[in-house]
């Protein structure tokens, strides 16, 4: 077994995730916020199948769940996004103010 | 060799998803995100979850990318006005996301080498790393007995059964969700 790799697939998780952070800050299209959040999700994933190789399978299954949670998060997200561009003509996160008192 | 195509794929990886990012055409951004998940895909076969390669392709690129890109052309967002936000904004984000990169790299310090030096210097447990993660050599002798999948599912369908079942409500709640939501009119 050789877990040399650990550290570097753990060091790509990290730059991934710090990737999808700024992203999710940056932008204000509502859908490529969205692909920022599955880039971070990918970031986790990586990190649990790196840690995996020295603490069992399980890491393997959470990723399975997680893949699982991101199709949910994406489907619904996404009529979400759909239901909001029907009320404002806009995907921009700066046009969704209905909350602002 | 292993380690060589480790690092070009993540050099794909980690520029597919900056240009995510950076490109301002919503279907570009998509691309680059496609292009970022099917390096990840490589690596998780690199990093002996096989099985993931597979799911990741399957479920992410094949299913969760196409349905962003169906969300994009439907609602034709590149011929639309888009923007990223102003220089303060800019700023706060990079420095946000270059403090989490900074904290995010003491993962770097999470090597057996390391844990193997630690283990040495204390006499009463062995220097040995089998020794140090049981789990892993069973993982290994699991994997070789059975196979990937095999030693995958064997766990999933036993110890982790509940959680499976209630992840295919959650699925069903996401379904009926997404319809509910979409839908102008039921």
């Given amino acids: 077994m050789p877990p040399d790799l650990l550290g570097p697939a753990l060091a790509l998780s990290a730059v991934l995730f710090s990737i999808g952070t700024a992203g999710v800050l940056l932008r204000r299209s509502s859908i490529v916020l969205f692909m920022c959040i599955e880039i971070m999700l990918n970031a986790v994933n990586l990190a649990f199948i790196a840690l995996a190789q020295l603490h069992g399978v ?29 009320h404002k003509q806009s995907v921009d996160l700066q046009h969704v103010n209905l909350l602002r008192g | 060799m292993t380690e060589a195509v480790f690092y070009i794929f993540a050099a794909v990886a980690v520029l597919g998803a900056a240009m995510c990012v950076l490109q301002r055409s919503a279907v570009s951004s998509l691309v680059w995100l496609l292009t970022t998940m099917l390096s990840l895909a490589a690596i998780f076969v690199l990093l002996q979850a096989e099985l993931l ?35 303060v904004s800019t700023a ?31 006499p009463q447990m062995a220097s040995d790393l089998a020794l140090a993660f049981p789990a892993a050599s069973a993982n290994a002798e699991a994997i070789a007995t059975r196979g990937i999948v095999g030693a995958v599912a064997a766990p ?31």
Avoid: C
């Fill in chain 1, 58 to 86: 399980a890491g393997q299954i959470m990723v399975f769940f997680v893949m699982t949670v991101a199709a949910a998060e994406a489907a619904v997200g996404l009529a979400i996004i759909l239901v909001v561009f029907r």
């Fill in chain 2, 53 to 87: 390669g597979v799911l990741q392709v399957l479920v992410y690129v094949g299913a969760i990318l196409v349905l962003f890109l169906f969300v994009v052309m439907l609602l034709n967002v590149d011929a639309l006005q888009q923007y990223s936000r102003g220089a």
């Fill in chain 2, 92 to 122: 706060a984000a990079v420095a946000i996301g270059g403090l989490l990169l900074v904290e995010l790299f003491a993962l770097w310090r999470y090597t057996p080498s390391r844990l193997a030096a630690e283990l040495a210097q204390s």
């Fill in chain 2, 156 to 186: 999933m369908f036993q110890t982790y059964l509940v959680p499976f079942e209630i992840t295919s409500i959650l699925l069903l709640v996401a379904l009926i969700g997404a319809v509910v939501l979409a839908k102008k009119r039921l």
